[in-house]
Every structure is written in structure tokens, then in C-alpha cells.
């Protein structure tokens, strides 16, 4: 695994320079919600109750899609664990040329006993490994980045290229 490259927002897959708008679903005691954040207050307000009422053991899918077509230009998955305070991701990107960019989360939160994946179906194939995990307040910082900063990777949280996830 590599150091990541990192992308701007501007070399993103998105039609005509389009705004990119950052959505989710995500999974909440019996319930599956679809939400489209328009600011980073509104984001933390959801993760407040997301981080409290997190079915943890589904993944979160997020999107940053470009305005009115319905396409992603960057999608990332993250499994928390509430009971362990922990969190991984993977998250992968489309540039304009149409080349496709992965990452991993890279961190020091790692736990033995903690399984955390990519892929609600598939958890064991798409296992995070424990140097992937980071803490849950290092999440909700890396999401707001991610859904309204300026590069990808995020910033906040140390993050390794990985060959294509395969979801894209």
C-alpha cells in the first residue's frame, strides 16, 4: 500500500464543473434513512444521532454526486462500532479523466476483537484490518471534510491508496 494521491474537488467527476451534493444511507435501530446534507451544521447534527443510534452493524454508504445527474463522482463506507468507539473506511473516487482512485483509513484506533468491513453483505471478505480504525471523533471530522472540503482524501485522518474496492 502507497501514500495516497490527493485530489482536488475541481478534478472530480462532475458534468459542467456541477456542485457536488453529499448524501448517505444510513442504517438506525430497524430503519434505513437516505439524506442529502446541505451544510456541514446539518451533517453534525445527523452523525449526533447516528453515532447514538447507529445500527452497527450495517455500513454507512455515502455519495458526493454531481448536481441534478444522479452521478457519483466519490462514494465512501464506514463501519463504527458505538460499543468500542472505532470507525474505518474505504473510499473511492472517479477524476475527470475517468481514472478511479481508492483509499483506505489509516490509524492507531485498531482493536483484536473488533470487525469492522466495507460491505454489510460480504463482512468477512471485506474485513478492515485493526491499523485501519480510527477513533469516532476522528470520523465525524474526516465526513465533514469529505462532504465539504476541498481534497480527497480527507485531511483529518491518515489514509492509504489501495487497489480498486470494486463498488464504483
Do not use: C
Not at 444511507?25 to 447534527?45: D, I, K, Q, S
Not at 463504527?80 to 478511479?100: E, F, K, N, P, T
Not at 483509499?103 to 473488533?114: L, Q
Request: charged share 20%.
Amino acid at each position: 500500500m502507497a501514500e495516497p494521491d490527493v485530489l482536488h474537488r475541481t478534478e472530480l467527476a462532475a458534468p459542467g464543473g456541477r456542485r457536488l451534493e453529499p448524501s448517505g444511507v444510513f442504517h438506525l435501530r430497524g430503519a434505513v434513512y437516505t439524506v442529502t446534507f446541505e451544510n456541514p451544521a446539518a451533517l453534525g447534527t445527523f452523525l449526533d444521532l447516528y453515532v447514538a443510534e447507529a445500527d452497527d452493524t450495517k455500513v454507512a454508504r455515502l455519495h458526493l454526486t454531481a448536481e441534478g445527474t444522479g452521478l457519483p463522482a466519490a462514494n465512501l463506507r464506514f463501519q463504527l462500532s458505538r460499543a468500542h468507539q472505532v470507525a474505518a473506511a474505504v473510499l473511492i473516487a472517479m477524476d475527470a479523466d475517468g481514472r478511479s482512485h481508492s483509499w483506505m483509513t489509516h490509524g492507531d484506533a485498531g482493536r483484536a476483537n473488533v470487525l469492522l468491513a466495507h460491505d454489510t453483505w460480504h463482512p468477512i471478505e471485506t474485513a478492515l484490518p485493526p491499523e485501519s480504525f480510527i477513533s469516532v471523533p476522528q470520523l465525524r471530522t474526516m465526513l465533514s471534510q469529505w462532504a465539504f472540503g476541498e481534497t480527497l482524501p480527507p485531511p483529518a485522518v491518515g489514509w492509504l491508496s489501495v487497489r480498486d474496492v470494486g463498488w464504483f
